[in-house]
């Protein structure tokens, strides 16, 4: 097992990813709207990204579908309100009908993860966030995403808390660079990590953002930090769940450092899976020969961690295309009548 989750470049595998993924075995794979054009085409797509796994584990299919202008699944008619949208409607309801709606839906195209929700405490800065976050209040996102995070896992789909260790005073776009935040780890405690300590015990995984805080680590971004993956979040906080990088070919960290560098720093940061979500094809290799040269005992603390998690993945479960259809129609009819929110600052992340 290579333990990256890789970005797939089409409706369909290409002859070159066949070869690559059979041969590599990533940990799991990620989809986004260039992947999904069609119900049954993408459910194909899935169902031979399981098939090139050898061994017992399921591989990790995940997406970002959050909701709002981070949906993925638009091309196929599935679009579903923002957190800030549910937010102002002040129905724990509404949330779990969102996430019920969202968690079938995947789970019959034959994703098994979510990176979602977003635990990121609401602000007005143009940083990526806006519409995206359960609010601006740290109770107020733990109550809500609790809600909607417990119902997704209940429908068969893992959950991701993101982006720990809170961005949302950030106020630039990690897409385009790096955001510089300040503070200590008992300033991040205070306030904009609260949502994730409360929440940990019932989140499988958690993704790292990509910012700088000099006061944590002045030098590297906390995604490759040992101090805030390592030192923080597991010895600190104890989280013994997997935890994810943001997408490493973001200008926050492509900048900076080929993906096979970054991918390095963050294994031996003590994150599990490091994300390659674009032109993957171009970079498992040299991924997977960084990989190799990391000490056994690190590589084998990552492999019990996916392991332990990809024992929780559900089989997805056919649906008829009839079936298909009312679901359609019931999630357009749910989405209309929850009012959404003003237009957000553009960001790369609604256009993947």
Known sequence: ??????????????????????????????LFSRNIADYELTRELTDELRSLTTGPDTPIIAIDQEGGRVVRTAGIQVQLPSAAALQQAHSPHKIRQA???????????????NFAPVLDLATPHANALPSR?????????????????RATVSRGILTCGKHFPGMGAAQSDPHHDLPVLHGTREDFLREASIPFTALMPELPSLMIAHLLIPEIDATLP???SPELVQGFLRAQLGYEGVVFTDDLCMGAIA????????????????CDLPLVCHDAAEHLETV???????????VE?????VARFRLHISTPRPMAFIEWNDYLRNVADFTASVEEV???????????
Request: proline fraction near 6%; charged fraction near 15%; hydrophobic fraction near 45%.
């Open 133 to 149: 976050c359960w609010g601006a209040d740290s109770q107020e996102v733990i109550t809500n995403a609790g809600v909607w995070n």
């Open 288 to 298: 997977a020969a960084a990989w190799a040269a990391l000490p056994s005992d690190m």
């Open 1 to 30: 097992m290579l333990p990256v989750i890789a970005g797939v470049e089409g409706l369909v595998l290409t002859e070159r990813e066949r070869e690559l993924f059979t041969r590599l075995q990533p940990a799991g794979y990620i």
């Open 99 to 113: 996430a019920y709606y969202n968690a079938s839906g995947l789970h019959t195209l034959g994703v098994n993860t």
């Open 342 to 352: 003003g237009a957000a600052p553009g960001s790369p992340v609604q256009n993947y």
């Open 222 to 224: 906390t995604s490759l």
């Open 255 to 270: 900048k900076r450092y080929s993906p096979a560098e970054s991918a390095a720093l963050a294994w031996r940061a003590g």
């Open 301 to 305: 603390e990552v492999e019990q961690r």
